[in-house]
């Protein structure tokens, strides 16, 4: 866990990849994904962002996520070898939190490389170094071999990336095609929630 583990201020202002946040008298840089830049409101808007701080030798840097499954990625991709925060914010940027998670798991390739600073053999390392420990994450409950959770592996996943299983089970009964794969459930479940 990070020194800081959240932040709550008003936002002083915004930049291309950060937003300026006012706490307590001090105003804190914090690096963001582009999807929680636009979501969190304009100059004056109350913000609470679930942080990460990187001490490096001459400079402290800051990542803010308005979802704990936000940091909890960011944090899993800049454990991966050649991944940095910019490169895992860029992801992140790119593909939100839940897309990015699903195109780890179900291996795709093509998604995660669309992020800047993300190739595609960045892109195979990250799905080697990180499926299974996504994998074990969407697991709600321990399961007997061969079963999930609930049964139904897109639920599980949502669940485990912090969203309610009676939400959760609501976005996902509202499909009326019971052939999707389960990458395409997940995908079509956040954008109803409103996180794609």
């Known amino acids: 866990m990070s020194l800081i583990a959240a932040i ?3 936002i002083a202002a915004k930049g291309p990849d ?3 946040v006012a706490v307590g008298g001090v105003t804190l840089k914090v690096y963001a994904p582009a999807f929680d830049l636009v979501s969190m409101g304009d100059e004056g808007a109350p ?3 679930h942080t990460h701080l990187i001490v490096r030798e001459d400079d402290l840097q800051l990542y803010g996520f308005l979802e704990p499954q936000a940091q909890r990625l960011f944090e899993l991709l800049i454990g991966v070898s050649g991944v940095g925060p910019r490169v895992a914010l860029g992801l992140l940027s790119a593909l939100p939190a839940g897309e990015a998670a699903a195109a780890i798991v179900s291996e795709d ?3 995660l490389a669309r992020a800047p600073g993300v190739g595609k053999r ?4 990250l799905i080697l170094e990180l499926r299974q420990k996504l994998e ?3 697991r ?3 399961v007997v ?3 999930r959770a609930t049964g139904d592996a897109a639920l599980d996943f949502l669940v485990s990336l912090g969203f309610a299983a009676s939400e959760a089970r609501q976005a996902l009964s509202v499909e009326r095609d019971a052939d999707l794969a389960v990458e395409e459930r997940v995908r079509r479940a956040l954008q109803r929630m409103g996180q794609g």
């Not at 960045?122 to 390392?125: G, L, S």
């Open 47 to 49: 913000v609470r962002l």
């Open 109 to 111: 390739i093509v998604a």
């Open 145 to 147: 071999p061969g079963a």
């Open 136 to 138: 074990v994450e969407t």
């Open 140 to 142: 709600a409950e321990p």
């Open 122 to 125: 960045t892109a195979e390392r």
């Open 18 to 20: 950060f937003a300026l």
């Open 8 to 10: 709550a201020g008003s």
